[in-house]
């Protein structure tokens, strides 16, 4: 069984920040520091998008909307990817879920919500 846990969201006035953590637990624990792993968020009315992703060797992708913005960032000796978010913007307000990418593995999502 894997489990993702995802915390850190919470309700932000904008150009606030908020720091997102995703702890992975379970039989992912022998595969998650060669996994790709990936933040993604569903605003209401809207299909789920990846917001960044970050590879095994480190290496990062973000979507546009929040480059400069997001950094995503992992630490595999304890099996957790984090999602810094600065500048918030009233437009990121979403779900954010955790993500082993090519997996059916998803975190229960937190709440992100920013105010204008």
């Known amino acids: 069984q894997v489990q993702l846990v995802e915390s850190g969201g919470g309700l932000v006035q904008a150009g606030g920040s908020l720091r997102l953590s995703c702890a992975a637990s379970?039989?992912?624990?022998?595969?998650?520091?060669?996994?790709?792993m990936g933040w993604y968020r569903q605003a209401p009315g809207k299909q789920r998008e990846l917001v960044a992703s970050?590879?095994?060797?480190?290496?990062?992708n973000y979507d546009d909307s929040v480059k400069g913005r997001f950094t995503i960032s992992r630490d595999n000796a304890k099996n957790t990817v984090y999602l810094q978010m600065n500048s918030l913007k009233s437009e990121d307000t979403a779900v954010y879920y955790c993500?082993?990418?090519?997996?059916?593995?998803w975190g229960q999502g937190t709440q992100v919500t920013v105010s204008s």
């Open positions: 993500h082993v990418l090519s997996t059916d593995f």
């Open positions: 970050i590879t095994s060797g480190g290496s990062t």
């Open positions: 379970g039989s992912i624990f022998s595969i998650f520091s060669i996994s790709t």
